[in-house]
């Protein structure tokens, strides 16, 4: 060890017996005073924090040219779930695959978004593959389509699967919402 290095650490460690003690004490009297000052720093970084996301949102996705695609079940005795594939204009914007708590979500009345982005206005397609266990146990793999013709403003599309009682088959729908 140099004695420029020596002299350095004998200087850091003067400073820390220094002021070790009288950190201690003042601890000991304003912890409770800093704690409350750390909550309040962490309340307010949640609040710039969801503040930057609903920005982002809205410069990345501007209301006039935002599509979002949700999807919805009701039923389902006759088909389970297991993947829905996503195209907008022939390419693939969404491929997602589905846990068991997340089709009991989806049976219970929950919505997913499975898709928010992008299109200039003019005409589009939006296809769905939904796979899954259809009737009697076996593979079921169906599609579903929609064109539609995107104007100014923001544009929803729901994919929803029922069930056709009268057929004893699922049905799969793609529509827009008003």
């Not at 599309?157 to 057929?167: F, G, H, N, P, Y």
């Amino acid at each position: 060890m140099t004695e420029g290095s020596r002299n350095l650490c004998a200087m850091v460690l003067g400073i820390l017996m220094f002021t070790l003690p009288t950190a201690v004490f003042a601890v000991d009297g304003a912890s409770r005073s800093l704690d409350a000052e750390v909550q309040a720093l962490k309340g307010a970084v949640l609040d710039l924090n969801r503040e930057l996301f609903m920005l982002e949102e809205e410069l990345l996705y501007p209301a006039n040219t935002q599509v979002a695609v949700f999807l919805s079940l009701d039923i389902g005795e006759f088909f389970a779930l297991d993947s829905v594939q996503l195209k907008v204009d022939g390419k693939e914007v969404s491929n997602y695959l589905y846990t068991e708590r997340e089709v009991q979500a989806l049976h219970r009345g929950g919505v997913q978004r499975l898709f928010l982005g992008n299109l200039k206005t003019g005409p589009h397609e939006i296809v769905a593959i939904f796979t899954g266990i259809g009737p009697h146990g076996r593979d079921y793999r169906r599609g579903a389509k929609l064109d539609f013709d995107k104007g100014i403003g923001a544009k929803f599309v729901e994919l929803q699967i029922s069930d056709r009682v009268s057929k004893q088959q699922p049905e799969f729908m793609v529509s827009e919402w008003e």
